[in-house]
């Protein structure tokens, strides 16, 4: 099973998350998303096409060159990974479900382009799309009959997730890298597309269910509420990304923050020696140890506040550590080792707003300083344009001094300016529930058939 919507809603909302990509991320310049058909042949086609001018106004839609992935599209069987086959970066987005990023074309293994003719192509992320299979089944434990691998393994056999489509964005020369931050954009709007796809399809469905149970209106409203909702779901992705955004900005404060610090590797410290503390013990199966040693791993790549941040390292590695030593033969040393690490490790979490650092810290304006760091490590639990503006206007202050504030400031004004119109969409949109609610079915219908949700 794959996402069954018509064509040219399918284009428009494909046009949609490549121009807000285009426009949050200044190096982009063209991009194109690819869509995955159901099994078995899992055909890759491009739906649409687009390429930004460099003073980032107008794009031009619409296929510069033809390829293999033009309508009709591409087989699975044609892309997938093969001995004697040219590697496609395709068949590793859609077989591992993993982005793949071509920082230096010239040295990409997986361009064909280089492959069969010795060019290589441009600089370029791809990022998959993917669906819950849940979601997409509506719980109804439908299987379907996925392609193998070459080797003969079924695809997906272990994978919670279907891919539906992949994202293409160029970039210019050198200016994408492995896991960059505009990696983490793209694979942030990807999730936002596979959310508003299979609410298109929802809506759709709940269509034909509203014209099946045409004498029971209170559930077919029901239905069509649902899928409204679901189609401006999107609006809670902006917000992720918006506070994704705040998070880089918090890990580049730090770094000029604790830069000639002794408590620089404070955290890293306490990770680890908690990793050490765990290995050597006594009387716990290696997989379990493997847990544990990923999920403190982890911590030094989360960017929350320092609240949430603790929550969650009291949720996730110290009740765990309670457990182990409860169950394990660990001593009081130890113990108490293990416990001064973690006190160590949530400690690290609030060194952005150390009273003593920040007091060593006399490059920028104390006024300055003292509304930057209350910004930064504010607990959003809605989107806030006010602080969102005071964010945007501090990151023109050269004296902060970030690598990246620039970059930063050009994506939270995109990312502000689509939430202004998701919220307008979503007014707009809770006026027709509440007509569906009260009962104007002929209002829904009429919005259903004749109105596209953005």
């Known amino acids: 099973m794959s996402i069954k ?75 997938r990974d093969e001995p004697g086959r040219p590697l496609e970066a395709m068949a590793w987005c859609v077989e591992r479900q993993q982005s793949w990023t071509a920082e230096d074309p010239i040295n990409d293994k997986r361009s064909v382009r280089l492959q069969v003719a010795g060019v290589g ?53 050198k200016t994408i890298k492995i896991d960059g931050p505009e990696t983490k954009v793209i694979n942030g709007l990807s999730r936002a597309l596979g959310t508003e796809l299979l609410s298109y399809q929802l809506r759709q469905q709940s269509v034909e269910a509203m014209h099946r149970l045409a004498e029971d209106r209170l559930r077919s409203c029901n239905i069509i509420a649902d899928s409204l909702r679901n189609a401006i779901t999107k609006s809670g992705f902006i917000f992720s990304l918006i506070k994704q955004e705040l998070g880089f900005l918090r ?23 908690l990793n050490r503390s765990v290995m050597a013990a006594a009387g716990i199966a290696e997989k379990e140890k493997r847990v544990l040693v ?49 006190g160590k490790l949530k400690k690290s979490l609030y060194l952005g707003r150390d009273p003593e650092l920040l007091a060593s810290y006399n490059t920028i304006p104390e006024g300055l300083k003292r509304e930057w760091v209350d910004l930064i490590y504010t607990n959003m639990d809605r989107i806030d344009f006010q602080l969102l503006d005071r964010l945007i206007q501090i990151l023109q202050e050269t004296s902060l001094g970030l690598p990246y504030q620039e970059k930063s400031r050009k994506s939270l004004i995109g990312l502000k300016g689509l939430a202004e119109n998701i919220g307008q969409l979503e007014e707009k949109t809770n006026t027709v529930l509440r007509q569906v609610l009260n009962g104007h079915a002929d209002v829904t219908t009429s919005y259903l058939l004749n109105n596209k949700i953005a």
């Open 5 to 79: 919507i018509d064509g040219e809603t399918l284009e428009q909302v494909c046009k949609e998350i490549i121009e807000a990509i285009l426009r949050c991320l200044p190096n982009a310049y063209r991009g194109t998303v690819y869509r995955i058909g159901g099994p078995p042949e899992m055909i890759a086609m491009r739906i649409t096409s687009g390429t930004i001018d460099d003073k980032k106004k107008v794009i031009t839609w619409g296929f510069s060159a033809r390829s293999d992935y033009t309508p009709p599209g591409k087989p699975w069987s044609k892309y």
């Open 121 to 173: 192509d441009d600089c370029h992320h791809m990022e998959p799309v993917v669906v819950s299979k849940k979601a997409l089944y509506l719980n109804n434990n439908v299987t379907s009959e996925y392609p193998e691998h070459f080797e003969g393994r079924v695809l997906w056999q272990d994978s919670d997730y279907v891919v539906v489509a992949v994202i293409k964005i160029h970039f210019r020369p």
């Open 294 to 342: 990923d999920i403190q791993n982890k911590v030094l790549s989360l960017t929350l506040p320092p609240e949430r941040g603790e929550n969650w390292v009291r949720m996730q590695i110290e009740e765990r550590w309670e457990a182990l030593i409860h169950k394990a033969p660990f001593g009081d040393e130890a113990a108490g080792e293990i416990y001064q690490n973690l």
């Open 251 to 273: 890990v580049q404060w730090e770094e000029a923050l604790l830069e000639r610090s002794e408590k620089k590797e404070m955290k890293r410290d306490a990770i680890c020696a």
